[in-house]
C-alpha cells in the first residue's frame, strides 16, 4: 500500500482571476456537467457537436460501442453517418464567420530573429494551394500521407490539407531517426512524403531531408515506394545560429543565411514552393464520415514495436476542442503557447486542432526552451502577452535548475493557466512552476492523457477544481474512472491500482492502424468491459487521482505496491540532486527492491554523506521499506526524444544485463554506456 504523502495535504484554490469568467466555474457545476457527460453522453455531446459543421445538419447515429472483448470485437462509433471535415471546422467556419484577420500562429523560429505570423485566412488559402496539389498527384480520401517537419508553419498546412481532402495523415516526429520513420512509412504504407530540407535546434544541425532520402531508401528496399516528397526549403530562410554570437570583429551579429545543400532526385522531390504557389488557393472539402479515419500516430516506442494509434474525423474533433476549452479556459483574447512538438499527440490536439477548433491565437515555436538562453519560453511570453502555456514536466525541471533568476528577467504576469503533460509531475517541480513561473496567481492543470486518448483525461478545470501539487485531480467529461486490483475488482474510495476507464468518450482511439487485434489485447483483454490506460493510479480521501505511471513502472518491495515516480519525486525533493530515475531490480527476500539513478545538481559531489540523505528522504517520505538498496550517480539519463525515461534500460543496467534492445529511439545512446560502465561496487 502506498503511504500518503504531503502534497494531499496542499490545496490551492482556483485564482480569482481565472474563476470570474470561468466556463466552468465551480465543482458544483464540474459535477453536474460530469454526471450528464456519463449518464446521457448523447445529450451531453450532442449540445457541443451544434457549435460545429455538419454538413448534412444532423450528427448521425449518435453513439454504439462494444467495450466488452467476451462479448464480441470492440468497436466505438460516435456520430456515425454524419458528414463534416476538421479542417473546414478550423479554418472555413472561422474566415466565412468574418474572423479571417485573427491571427492563427505567431510563430517564432530557433532564432529569436526569425518571426513572423499568419491569419486564419491566409492558413485557408495556403492549406487549399497544397491539396490542390496534393489532388492533382492523385491523392485521395482514405491516403495515407507521410510528414517529416519542424515546427514551422508548413507543418500545420500539411496536416490541415491531408485532412481537408479526406487523406490520413502520419506524422512522425523530426527527431526520430530514418530507420523510425522508414519503420512508419512502411506500416502506413504510405507513397506520399512531405518534410522539410532541415531545421537548427540550438545549435544543432538536424539534416531532415537527408534523414528522409535514407529513409526512403530503406522503404524502398522493404517494397514500399514512396512516389512524391515534397519538400519546404526551410534553411535557405532562416538564420545561422553561428551569427548571433559571431561578435569576434566587433560588430554586432548579422542576419547570415546558411547554404544548405541537399541532394534532389528529380523522380520523387519537388520543391513546396514551386509546387503550391501555382495552385489555386480554393479547394472543395471532402466531407467524410464521423467515422472515417483521420490520422494515425504511433505511439513513442519505449516498449515493443510502435502502434498507429488510429482516430477518427467527428469525435476526435468534439473531444480535441471541448478539452482545449475547458482546461485551458480557453476565451477570445488569449494568447496561448504549447511547447509540444507537432510530431507528438499533445501537438496534435494542442497545437493545431484544439487551438484552431475554437479560432484561437497560438504561438508556434521552433526552437528549444535553452537558446540562445535560458529564459527563452519566458521571453516568448512576455513578447506575445501569453496568458494560457502548457509544457512538459521534464522542461519544468530542467529550467529549475537554473534558478528563479531567468524567470524573473521578464514579464510573465499575463499568464493565468499554466498546464503540463507527459509524465507525473513532482510536486516540487509544481510548486516551482505556480509560485516562480505563475507568480502564485495562475492555475496549474496537470493534465493526464495519452495518444490513445486523443486528449485530456483527468485534469483539474483551472476556474473550478482546487489543485493538489502532484494530483490530475479529476475525471474530464465523459470518462469514467475506474480503479481495479490484480483480480479487476473495482477499488472503491482509497487505494491504488489499474486505472481502467468504463465507457467511451469521442476523442479515444479506434483501432491500431492494420491491426485490430493487437488494439483489442493491448487495451482491453486484462480487464474485459474496460479500456486499460497501462497506467497505475491512486484515488487519495478526497476523491483526488493521483496518476502513479505505467504499470511497467511499478515496484512491489515486500508486497507493497509503490510506483518509481514516488520514489523519484522523493529523490528530487534533497537538495542536491536534479534528477532521479528508479527501477526495481529482483530481491531474494524482498522481491523487488530499488536502484535508483541520481542527476545532481552542477557542482554537487556525491558523497556518502548525501547518499544516506537520499536514502533517508525515501525512508521518510514514503517509508522504511521504500528505501533503494542502491544509488547510482548518473551524468545523464537515458531518454527519448520526447523527454521520457526509458525504464527498461535501467532496469537492464541494474542487474548487470548487457542486453539493452533497441536504444536507437533514445535522445543520447552513448549514456548507456557510461552508466553501465559506472554500476556501484555493491551492485
Ligand atoms: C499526452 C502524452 C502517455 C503516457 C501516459 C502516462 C504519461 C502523460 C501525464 C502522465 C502522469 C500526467 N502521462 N501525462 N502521467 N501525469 N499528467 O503524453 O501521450 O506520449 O502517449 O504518453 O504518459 O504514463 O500513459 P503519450
Known amino acids: 500500500m502506498a503511504m500518503a504523502n504531503s502534497a494531499e495535504e496542499l490545496v490551492f484554490n482556483p485564482p480569482e482571476l481565472v474563476a470570474k469568467n470561468a466556463h466552468c466555474s465551480s465543482m458544483e457545476q464540474y459535477r453536474e456537467m460530469h454526471k450528464e457527460s456519463i449518464k446521457d453522453p448523447e445529450a451531453f455531446w450532442s449540445k457541443i457537436a451544434k457549435e460545429f459543421h455538419f454538413e448534412n445538419n444532423s450528427v ?134 512531405l518534410c522539410a530540407d532541415g531545421v537548427w535546434r540550438g545549435n544543432k544541425l538536424v539534416h531532415l531531408k537527408e534523414i528522409a532520402d535514407e529513409a526512403m531508401k530503406m522503404c524502398s528496399s522493404r517494397g514500399v515506394e514512396v512516389r512524391l516528397n515534397v ?41 513546396w ?13 471532402v466531407w467524410l464520415d464521423s467515422e472515417d479515419p483521420l490520422f494515425m500516430l504511433y505511439t513513442s516506442g519505449s516498449t515493443g514495436k510502435p502502434k498507429g494509434v488510429l482516430h477518427t474525423v467527428g469525435g476526435y474533433m468534439l473531444y480535441a476542442a471541448t478539452t482545449f476549452k475547458y482546461s485551458f479556459n480557453y476565451h477570445p483574447g488569449d494568447v496561448y503557447f504549447c511547447t509540444a512538438d507537432i510530431g507528438w499527440i499533445t501537438g496534435h490536439s494542442y497545437v493545431t486542432y484544439g487551438p484552431l477548433l475554437n479560432g484561437a491565437t497560438s504561438v508556434l515555436f521552433e526552437g528549444v526552451p535553452t537558446y540562445p538562453h ?19 514536466p521534464t522542461a519544468i525541471r530542467t529550467l529549475m535548475k537554473y534558478g528563479d533568476e531567468p524567470v524573473k528577467k521578464f514579464d510573465v504576469s499575463s499568464l493565468r493557466v499554466l498546464g503540463t503533460v507527459g509524465e507525473p509531475i513532482n510536486p516540487e517541480a509544481w510548486l516551482w512552476y505556480h509560485r516562480v513561473v505563475g507568480g502564485g496567481n495562475a492555475a496549474i492543470v496537470d493534465t493526464f492523457w495519452q495518444t490513445e486518448t486523443g486528449g485530456h483525461v483527468i485534469t ?23 480503479l481495479l486490483d490484480e483480480a479487476g475488482e473495482e477499488i472503491e474510495g482509497e487505494g491504488e491500482g489499474y486505472l481502467v476507464f468504463r ?153 548487470g544485463d548487457r542486453d539493452f534492445g533497441d536504444i536507437t529511439t533514445l535522445a543520447d545512446p552513448t549514456v548507456v554506456e557510461l552508466l553501465f560502465e559506472n554500476r556501484p561496487a555493491n551492485a
Open 273 to 285: 514552393e514551386t509546387a503550391t504557389s501555382s495552385s489555386s488557393s480554393e479547394c472543395p472539402v
Open 503 to 655: 465507457q467511451p468518450w469521442p476523442g479515444m482511439m479506434r483501432s491500431v492502424y492494420n491491426n485490430h487485434q493487437r488494439f483489442q489485447e493491448t487495451y482491453f483483454q486484462k480487464f474485459p468491459g474496460f479500456y486499460t490506460t497501462g497506467d497505475g493510479a491512486r484515488r487519495d480521501k478526497d476523491g483526488y487521482i493521483w496518476v502513479t505511471g505505467r504499470i511497467d513502472d511499478m515496484l512491489n518491495v515486500s508486497g507493497h505496491l509503490l510506483s518509481t515516480a514516488q520514489v523519484e519525486s522523493a529523490l528530487v525533493e534533497v537538495e542536491q540532486v536534479a534528477e532521479a530515475a528508479a527501477v526495481a531490480r529482483p530481491h531474494p527476500v524482498k522481491g523487488e527492491c530499488l536502484y535508483c539513478f541520481v542527476t545532481l545538481k552542477q557542482g554537487e559531489k556525491f558523497t556518502e554523506e548525501l547518499v544516506a540523505d537520499m536514502k533517508n528522504k525515501v525512508r521518510s517520505k514514503i517509508g522504511p521499506f521504500a528505501q533503494p538498496d542502491y544509488l547510482q550517480l548518473a551524468p545523464g539519463l537515458p531518454k527519448t526524444r520526447s523527454g521520457k525515461i526509458m525504464r527498461r534500460v535501467l532496469r537492464k543496467i541494474a542487474v
Open 374 to 392: 535560458t529564459g527563452r519560453f519566458w521571453e516568448i511570453i512576455e513578447r506575445y502577452k501569453v496568458s494560457k502555456f502548457y509544457t512538459a
Open 60 to 193: 448521425g447515429k449518435f453513439f454504439e460501442y462494444n467495450f466488452d472483448i467476451t462479448k464480441g470485437p470492440i468497436f466505438i462509433q460516435w456520430m456515425k453517418g454524419s458528414r463534416t471535415n476538421i479542417c473546414y471546422n478550423c479554418l472555413d467556419r472561422h474566415v466565412l464567420a468574418g474572423k479571417g484577420d485573427a491571427i492563427a500562429f505567431y510563430w517564432e523560429g530557433n532564432d529569436p530573429a526569425d518571426r513572423n505570423s499568419v491569419t486564419y485566412a491566409e492558413l485557408l488559402s495556403e492549406v487549399c494551394q497544397v491539396a490542390n496539389f496534393l489532388k492533382s498527384r492523385g491523392v485521395a480520401a482514405g491516403d495515407r500521407v507521410a510528414i517529416y517537419m519542424p515546427m514551422i508553419k508548413e507543418l500545420v498546412v500539411a496536416m490541415l490539407a491531408v485532412a481537408r481532402i479526406g487523406a490520413v495523415h502520419n506524422i512522425v516526429f523530426g527527431g526520430y531517426s530514418a530507420d523510425s520513420l522508414c519503420d512508419r512509412i512502411v506500416d502506413a504504407g504510405a507513397e506520399v512524403l
Open 231 to 271: 519538400v519546404v526549403r526551410h534553411m535557405t530562410r532562416v538564420t545561422h545560429p553561428a551569427s548571433l554570437h559571431d561578435t569576434s570583429n566587433g560588430h554586432p551579429a548579422k542576419k547570415t543565411h546558411f547554404d544548405h545543400q541537399v541532394t534532389w532526385n528529380s523522380d520523387v522531390d519537388v520543391d
Open 460 to 482: 483539474p478545470l483551472p476556474g473550478a477544481t482546487p489543485t493538489k501539487p502532484g494530483s490530475a485531480c479529476f475525471p474530464f467529461f465523459g470518462i469514467s474512472v475506474c
